[in-house]
């Protein structure tokens, strides 16, 4: 069910005590206006993100919480989206309409986002706060792996508390350890490294502030089964929706916006979920770099390049890495080909300078004739690591 129109005023036509869950992602205090095109540029979605002031902004959010809460089950819980310009006023809000005992966690969802030369911290995260109506809400135990540094082998022995409160493991009386018969992984923690909707994701429909999937479906599985009912009084572009009809859950949908009702009724149709290789394959699989090469990166102070055959590196100046590609010749590779790599893989970004550092003099044979491509000015080949050093300073003086 998707309704258009103040969520305030929906909200009051829905039955108490019928949701099982309420995710919202209101608008945020940025006193902005949120603005964003599709890929094709055929179409532009804004809202604005501008209030009079914090006390018009916070009454706005409590007027529509007390009607959350309304119609929330007893085992229902409700999950608030909210960033740092007002999350502590948010805070207090829920603490007044749902209880101070009913809260259940502060959930960090954190991200990787391009940097920026704004004074400050990067704001790399936003909050999520996980209330219940009642103590006898709906909760699923969610387990995740074990950290690489867990001593695996460790982890099924038994623990109990010697006669001073610690914690020990528990001994058979022949000597040997007690193990526990099975270990289900790691429990689901308030902090969830979910990579932000990449530019070019199949999901991403170019609405501001549009949520990843992957997201709002670990939201829906921790607190709901199937065919529970899924509230969303700020639904945006559907992704709520979305996730909740892809998990086989009912949902409802409001939306004061006519392009939102528009876009959320179309993703229904065609549900577009983009895994995340991140999550899947996990951060190691993004590092595959030599090991000696990085030593040697390492060296030559600069910034190592993963996934690259043609760049190794981007050599460093003071505390910047500037765009100055590098490229060490492998033990096993001809200085000809080494050339070519780094050729192909730079010719296109207009860098001044492109540096390649020898390891050997290995020749081609006549079977491949890589030497036939033409190598730009701008190359410059040094003869050893050592050389590269005592006079890093010189060769990039004209940079």
Not at 270 to 289: E, F, H, V
Not at 322 to 346: G, N, Y
Request: charged share 25%.
């Amino acid at each position: 069910m998707i309704k258009q129109g103040d969520c305030k005023n929906e909200l009051k036509k829905i039955e108490s005590n019928s949701i099982d869950l309420i995710y919202l992602d209101p608008p945020f205090f940025t006193q902005k206006k949120q603005s964003q095109k599709t890929r094709d540029n055929s179409r532009e979605y804004t809202f604005d993100d501008s209030w009079e002031s914090i006390e018009s902004y916070k009454n706005y959010i409590e007027e529509r919480l007390l009607e959350c809460n309304r119609v929330l089950k007893n085992t229902g819980s409700i999950f608030l989206h909210c960033d740092r310009s007002a999350s502590h006023y948010l805070r207090i809000a829920l603490d007044n309409i749902f209880g101070v005992n009913n809260f259940q966690s502060e959930i960090i969802w954190t991200y990787k986002r391009w940097s920026n030369a704004k004074k400050g911290l990067l704001n790399a995260h936003q909050v999520i706060y996980f209330y219940s109506k009642t103590a006898d809400f709906k909760f699923n135990h969610i387990f995740e792996d074990y950290s690489p540094t867990t001593n695996i082998d460790q982890i099924f022995q038994k623990r109990m508390r010697d006669e001073n409160g610690k914690t020990k493991y528990k001994t058979h009386v022949d000597g040997g350890y007690e193990l526990i018969d099975d270990k289900k992984g790691v429990p689901l923690s308030d902090v969830w490294d979910i990579p932000y909707l990449n530019p070019k994701a199949n999901e991403r429909v170019g609405y501001p502030t549009q949520k990843p999937i992957l997201l709002l479906e670990k939201v829906i599985q921790l607190v709901t089964n199937e065919g529970d009912i899924v509230l969303d009084p700020f639904c945006g572009s559907g992704t709520t929706l979305v996730a909740a009809k892809l998990l086989n859950r009912k949902f409802i949908g409001i939306d004061i916006s006519d392009d939102a009702i528009q876009l959320t009724q179309e993703r229904l149709k065609n549900p577009i979920r983009t895994d995340s290789n991140l999550l899947k394959n996990g951060k190691a699989s993004y590092l595959n770099q030599d090991p000696e090469i990085l030593q040697i990166l390492k060296v030559i102070d600069a910034t190592p390049v993963q996934r690259n055959k043609g760049i190794d590196g981007f050599l460093k100046i003071g505390n910047s890495a500037k765009p100055i590609p590098i490229k060490i010749q492998r033990f096993d590779e001809t200085l000809e080909k080494a050339k070519q790599l780094l050729t192909q893989a730079s010719n296109k970004n207009g860098f001044k300078i492109r540096i390649l550092i020898k390891t050997n003099n290995l020749c081609e044979t006549a079977l491949f004739d890589f030497g036939q491509a033409v190598i730009p000015k701008d190359l410059l080949v040094v003869e050893s690591i050592n050389e590269f050093i005592r006079n890093k300073g010189k060769m990039i003086s004209t940079f």
